[in-house]
């Protein structure tokens, strides 16, 4: 699958007003860089928003609009 259809993926997903971890990006899409089409939506003008999580000694950020 393309970096672009995978930016897709990702903006169609979060357009509808769900976050998206790591986690769930590897499962439903078989993304596993999620940071790299973060960034490249971010330079594209998308104004996402990341907020990071905790749990014990593991963390990861949570993507939104």
Known sequence: ???E???KQ???WLESGQ???QFQAASYFSI???GARI???KQAG???KSELQ???SKHWSQYSF
Request: hydrophobic share 35%; aromatic share 16%.
């Open 1 to 3: 699958m393309s970096k």
């Open 5 to 7: 259809s995978q930016n």
């Open 10 to 12: 990702v903006l169609k």
């Open 19 to 21: 976050t998206l971890t």
């Open 32 to 34: 596993y860089r999620l």
């Open 39 to 41: 960034y490249d939506l």
């Open 46 to 48: 998308y104004p996402i």
């Open 54 to 56: 905790f749990d014990g």
